[in-house]
């Protein structure tokens, strides 16, 4: 960390010159353990921050213009604080912008700056780098401006920059795991009340290993929304069945299995995978109190045939990673994690079993799909936060 921080900052000193002090800042990526495709139904997940991150190095400036450069573009993106509007060729630079736009529009005045970014998430592989970029903005905005803004207010504010800015229909999960992570803790997050509670992971003898399929999530935005309709048309039939029910987290496994032939195919299997995804989640918890890994894994397993058979969200990539990775010693579950259709799995490994999961699984993988996997082992890290220096 220390020496991309200097990089950063002497990259900095190479764009915007000036001898002010550069403050830094950090944002993690996530992993989701557990509960997929729940968060938007207003459900019940698992996530937790990780050690891959994006950092950003800023100074205030004397006018409204904020200027941000990217290092992983190679690209500089300006625009004034009293006139934001998304520009689909800034590409990257509209998640900032949505940042600014939504803590000016809530009445927080910011101060223009110059801002250079640098991060390690892999990009598309869907441990959430669109949010982690959202929350490192508002976080470096809002402090540089000297203005306090709430953490869970932040949060919120960053889901409704991706809604309404950028035009992604996603839930809270990312951004607030982002933004409200803990070390060695995974995050137990309500995403309907937005109640959470840290779940301790501290296992000396474990890894968490998260594969990157390094397959582009091609249908992932459209499917995406096409999924969330179909529960749309859940809650319609089984509030129109029961009554008061808002989201499908609000129905139970009995309930389900009591009006499911009163839908269409299609939506009973979705609403299948997001009621029975929600009681793994519960079980999950107990599972990490009581240091039952055995337990934890069967339900991440579980999970993954629940997204590929119910909710349809995988691919023949996660699926190879995946079940290529429950053959082999020291596994303990495996699942795909993210929106699907590429992206990554995670895996929760014995220490002394990773080199040979990583290069078993390369092999294998690189002979099939011609390409070779990535890999991460991750640990849980803290949440969004100034880097003192």
Known sequence: MEQRI???????????????????????????????????????????AIDRNIISAACPRGDDTVRMYSLNFNSEVKFNLKNIKYDRKDGWGNYPKGMAKLLMDSGYRLKGMNVAFEGDIPLGSGLASSAAIEILSGVTFSEVSGVKVKREELVKLAQKAENEFIG???????????????????????????????????????????????????????????RRKECEEGVKIFNGLMGGIEYLRDVSTKEFEKYKNKMSPVVRKRCRHVIYENERVKKAIECLKSKNLEGFGKLMTESHESLRDLYEVSCTELDMLVYEALKLEGVYGSRMTGAGFGGCNVSIVLKDHVENFIISITDKYNRKFHKKPEFYICTPEDGAKEIKN
């Open 6 to 48: 200097s990089e950063l900052n002497r990259k900095y000193r190479e764009i915007f010159s000036g001898r002010d002090k550069i403050r830094n800042f950090q944002a993690p990526g996530r992993v989701n353990l557990i509960g997929e495709h729940t968060d938007y139904n207003g459900g019940f997940v698992l996530p937790m």
């Open 168 to 226: 992604v229909r996603c839930g809270i999960m990312d951004q607030f795991v982002i933004g409200m992570g803990r070390q060695h803790s995974a995050l137990f997050l309500d995403c309907l009340d937005l109640t959470f509670e840290t779940v301790p992971f501290t296992f000396d003898d474990i890894y968490v290993v998260v594969g990157n399929t390094k397959k582009e999530r091609g249908l992932a935005d459209s499917e995406y929304n096409t």
